[in-house]
């Protein structure tokens, strides 16, 4: 392949990825010119590999929402029909997704340094603007996002990932010198700003969602260096994080301490009533619940009660007009701040079913690559552990409804689909021999 296309791969990818960093749609364009670009390329070789059953499941699960949105939508042309559904159709894209992923597979090492240098340079400015808000105890938005909630859960992603890059290179012998340079210096910059930015978006969900996260991050990181060493590091890692908590322990306490005292009350209170509705009742109506929790309650609380009326497939792209009949008509949103109510809404337990289904199989892939030497365990961890980080922020916010989730899902599942290619061991999930073939037809 050529230099230049190769190069314009590059770009396509970093642009795919860039919501982590710059909240736009621009990910939607560049995504769907590697699809057009792969689609391209796959017709052509002739040698195609067959699709499996988890390609057909996500290919089918596609299409199906597609068409049960035109359905709903040529039934009832005048009415409210719902907001973003058509984003859960992306399960259609992941298997030639995965085509684009092997294209460019052996450029990937430097698009992902390109990726952190781009990090480190805009968590820096970040970082040097906000400091003085940051230790005034003010909210700051890192990043370039819309605010300081999809920040945190970016920084959160950024320092997952970061982890693992700088742990890959610590360990492995065959990676290049330069990018290995790159990152002894660049990821401790990175993970420390990354730290402070999250302290600094003063996201309460993400807070809960990285220290549940961050023992796993622990452990797994052990699996890199040697047990006695480990621990060492993984100590003073934890007693560092511990005095810093310290040191601003007044101002996390009145950022989360009446969240935390009002969510302690409820689990009082339904340890005493055993019923859940009448206790987000009593919640809701307290005056001492904090307004976003309260907010929050009530849209979940709808959120159930339009669930409960069509658990088994939802209400599509129509769950907005029941909406508007739920008991509590005055909350605003129509986001739903939890990720996983805004899929039973739409698809109840049998689109959750399926979906669960793809993310099982894609994961099960990377495993099993993994396993096989075909993948890194560092792109294996960073695969499961960000999987993991993102689900949590999800119990608190639609975060799978914004522009990185989206971008989460599609390059997520691009690389485990390219994994299940490579463990058929087929020529096309092979870059390089990919790349050969398309030079042989231009």
């Known amino acids: 392949?050529?230099?230049?296309?190769?190069?314009?791969?590059?770009?396509?990818?970093?642009?795919?990825?860039?919501?982590?960093?710059i909240e736009s749609d621009a990910y939607r364009y560049a995504s769907f010119i590697l699809i057009v670009i792969a689609l391209i390329y796959y017709v052509k070789e002739r040698d195609r590999p067959s699709s499996n059953w988890?390609?057909?499941?996500?290919?089918?699960?596609?299409?199906?929402?597609?068409?049960?949105?035109?359905?709903?939508?040529?039934?009832?042309?005048?009415h409210d029909l719902g907001a973003s559904?058509?984003?859960?159709?992306?399960?259609?894209?992941?298997?030639i997704l995965g085509v684009a992923f092997a294209l460019y597979?052996?450029?990937?090492?430097?698009?992902?340094?390109?990726?952190?240098?781009?990090?480190?340079?805009?968590l820096v400015v970040t970082v040097a603007i906000g400091m003085p808000r940051i230790l005034s105890g003010e909210a700051v938005v890192p990043l370039i996002m819309h605010n300081q909630i999809h920040g945190a859960v970016a920084c959160g992603l950024i320092f997952v990932a970061t982890t693992f890059w700088l742990l890959h290179y610590l360990t492995s012998s065959?990676?290049?010198?330069?990018?290995?340079?790159?990152?002894?210096?660049?990821?401790?910059?990175?993970?420390?700003?990354?730290?402070?930015?999250?302290?600094?978006?003063?996201?309460?969900?993400?807070w809960l969602a990285l220290g549940i996260t961050l023992p796993l991050l622990a452990i797994a990181a052990l699996r890199y260096v040697k047990v006695r060493?480990?621990?060492?590091?993984?100590?003073?890692?934890?007693?560092?994080?511990v005095v810093s908590?310290?040191?601003?322990?007044?101002?996390?306490?009145?950022?989360?301490?009446?969240?935390?005292?009002?969510a302690f009350s409820m689990i009082s209170d339904f340890a005493r009533s055993r019923d859940i509705s009448e206790t987000m009742t009593q919640a809701i109506q307290s005056p001492w619940t904090p307004a976003s929790m309260d907010q929050r309650l009530q849209l979940w609380s709808n959120s159930w009660e339009v669930f409960s009326a069509a658990p088994v497939f939802g209400w599509g792209n129509q769950w907005l007009e029941r909406w508007h009949q739920a008991r509590y008509t005055s909350v605003s949103y129509t986001l739903l701040h939890n990720g996983y109510l805004e899929i039973l809404v739409r698809f109840g337990m049998f689109g959750a079913l399926v979906m669960s289904a793809i993310l099982v199989g894609l994961g099960r892939s990377v495993w099993r690559a993994c396993r096989q030497g075909i993948v890194p365990p560092a792109a294996m961890h960073t695969y499961f552990v960000c999987i993991f980080f993102f689900s949590l922020t999800l119990l608190s916010n639609s975060n799978n409804r914004l522009a990185i989730g989206e971008s989460l899902s599609l390059i997520t599942s691009a690389f485990g689909c390219w994994c299940t290619l490579r463990l058929r061991e087929h020529p096309i999930a092979r870059g390089d021999e990919l790349s050969a073939s398309v030079t042989r037809h231009q």
């Open 1 to 21: 392949m050529p230099r230049s296309l190769k190069t314009f791969g590059c770009l396509l990818w970093l642009v795919g990825i860039s919501p982590v960093l």
């Open 54 to 78: 988890l390609a057909w499941l996500c290919m089918g699960w596609g299409l199906y929402v597609i068409l049960r949105f035109a359905f709903i939508y040529l039934k009832t042309p005048h």
């Open 85 to 95: 559904d058509w984003l859960y159709a992306f399960p259609l894209f992941f298997p």
């Open 105 to 122: 597979e052996t450029e990937m090492e430097k698009t992902i340094a390109a990726f952190f240098l781009i990090a480190l340079c805009m």
């Open 174 to 206: 065959t990676s290049k010198r330069t990018f290995a340079r790159f990152a002894y210096i660049a990821a401790p910059i990175i993970m420390v700003f990354c730290m402070i930015a999250i302290y600094g978006a003063k996201s309460k969900g993400v």
């Open 229 to 241: 060493a480990g621990v060492v590091m993984v100590g003073c890692a934890a007693a560092l994080l």
């Open 245 to 262: 908590v310290y040191t601003v322990r007044h101002n996390i306490d009145q950022t989360a301490g009446p969240t935390t005292q009002a």
